[in-house]
């Protein structure tokens, strides 16, 4: 059995030897020992079975212990329970800044393990620095600030470099039509399966795409969106799969990553999927399948994982059809359909959307400007082939012809519509004027009556397809009785 003693100055620096594991002089022990000792709160030493040694008097105190000679040769954890002596015993390494709980005390606590000439560890001594936090608050809090900001900033960057802009909300509309198109992709949001976007150019497509990924189980993870109809044909493979080093002549001597390897554990949006060639359209559904691609000019396959969202404003059934595109990546493609209808058939929309696209052309602009029932009425009489970027640039045209900080009426639209060649002029008759809470608030009773025709009147069933809680539902048909 190892004797037990007291530890002293003397007696540590016995324990140390200038051949020793630590590196330290005898000189040096010396000299730092009682320095620590004294500018601590209270000092302890164990022997290499984790039994006290030596207690000097203000830690006996500040523990509450009276006589320190009292626990000579006991077990360490039999008097300071939370104490991590045993385990700077057996690894040797020591720890440096720890909290220590200890009867409802938190202390800061340095440990250190001590060796023989031989290099064996025969013990550790610990200091108490600090016997109350508090002065460290400060210095504490404004660590933990700048942790969050920094933690903060660096989401911030992810998200601009491969996250989203979108949310659900920038997807405007209280129309049947454009309701239903959120009931689904709150649906495509909560269930990680691909998803198909059909719609005309100018709809929202993108914005839908990057609402999902938004609200869904890979949110924190890389939004990566590709617009297949940009890209020359001979370098689809490229930007999807990556290149290996010198695959060709030219090529980067390092890996160049593709587009699957960008979006790992996240969204993949390939926005007009129908201007695949047919060749890539191959090799998409292999990785789609499989969950493995092989970067070009390399005999490796890398595992991908990536939640695919597809759009497109062809009609993919009929280039099916025409053997324009394969059928098996249809049917991967499609497994959640959302039709996203082009802005004629939900004018209903006109106020919202005006109102919405407005607010954002003039805070960028420095503008105010109010829209008139004149002048959405006048928007309704025209069919919107470019659909909502089209009126976007309409209102941006009228805004910079018209007066400043006035308003957009009638003639202000007139002046900036466009009319005729490629963009017709509807044929329906001219509307009356009718202030824009009327036209909401029947929109809104149209799509409640046909979600509870459709429902069967089963109102939770009806709240669900309108996106509503069943008591929102209730306060309005309250009001509509």
Same mark, same amino acid.
């Given at each position: ?76 954890? &039999?008097?300071?329970? &939370? ?11 020591? $720890? ?21 000439? &031989? ?118 493979? *490229? ?41 890539? &359209?191959?090799?998409? $559904?292999? *990785? ?106 309409? $209102? ?50 149209? *799509? ?34």
């Amino acid at each position: 059995m190892n004797e037990i003693r007291p530890v002293g100055t003397r007696y540590m620096t016995e324990l140390f030897s200038d051949n020793n594991k630590s590196g330290l002089t005898r000189d040096l022990i010396e000299a730092l020992f009682p320095m620590f000792e004294e500018a601590s709160a209270g000092a302890i030493a164990v022997d290499r079975s984790a039994r006290i040694t030596w207690i000097n008097s203000s830690y006996s105190h500040l523990l509450g212990l009276g006589d320190p000679s009292a626990v000579i040769g006991q077990p360490v954890r &039999q008097v300071i329970p &939370q104490t991590r002596m045993p385990e700077v015993v057996e690894t040797g390494k020591p $720890l440096l800044l720890d909290i220590m709980e200890h009867n409802q005390q938190q202390l800061v606590v340095t440990r250190l393990p001590y060796y023989d000439d &031989q290099g064996r560890i025969v013990g550790a001594v610990a200091f108490v620095l600090y016997d109350d936090l508090e002065p460290l608050t400060p210095l504490v809090s404004k660590y933990r600030r700048l942790h969050q900001d920094l933690a903060a900033a660096r989401k911030a960057l992810a998200k601009k470099a491969r996250g989203t802009r979108y949310s659900l909300g920038d997807f405007v509309g209280a129309s049947p039509a454009a309701l239903e198109v959120k009931r689904r992709a709150r649906l495509a949001a909560g269930r990680d399966m691909p998803v198909l976007l059909l719609g005309e150019t100018g709809t929202g497509k993108e914005v839908l795409a990057q609402a999902i990924h938004a609200v869904s189980g890979r949110a924190e993870k890389p939004f990566v969106g590709v617009n297949v109809a940009a890209i020359p044909d001979n370098l689809l493979e *490229a930007e999807f799969f990556g290149v290996a080093p010198g695959a060709y002549t030219g090529a980067d001597r390092r890996t160049r990553d593709g587009k699957f390897q960008l979006a790992n554990g996240g969204t993949l949006f390939l926005d007009e999927v129908g201007d695949m060639p047919l060749p890539l &359209q191959a090799k998409l $559904l292999r *990785a789609l399948q499989e969950g493995e691609i092989e970067p070009l000019g390399s005999n490796k396959v890398v595992s991908v994982d990536v939640r695919v969202i597809a759009a497109t404003s062809r009609n993919l059934e009929v280039m099916i059809a025409e053997g324009q595109f394969r059928s098996d990546l249809y049917y991967r493609l499609n497994v959640l359909e959302i039709p996203i209808p082009p802005l004629r058939d939900r004018l209903a929309d006109l106020g919202v959307l005006c109102e919405a696209l407005l607010e954002d052309i003039c805070e960028d602009q420095g503008l105010r400007v109010e829209m008139t029932d004149a002048g959405v009425s006048a928007l309704g009489s025209y069919d919107w082939p470019g659909n909502i970027r089209e009126l976007r640039n309409v $209102l941006e045209r009228a805004l910079t012809m018209g007066e400043e900080g006035g308003l957009l009426d009638a003639d202000a639209i007139f002046k900036v519509l466009p009319r005729g060649g490629s963009r017709p002029v509807s044929s329906l008759a001219p509307q009356p004027v009718r202030p824009l809470a009327q036209t909401l608030a029947e929109a809104e009773a149209h *799509a409640i009556e046909e979600a509870l025709v459709a429902s069967r009147g089963n109102r939770t069933r009806a709240a669900k397809l309108l996106g509503i809680s069943r008591s929102v539902l209730y306060e309005k048909l309250s009001r509509l009785s």
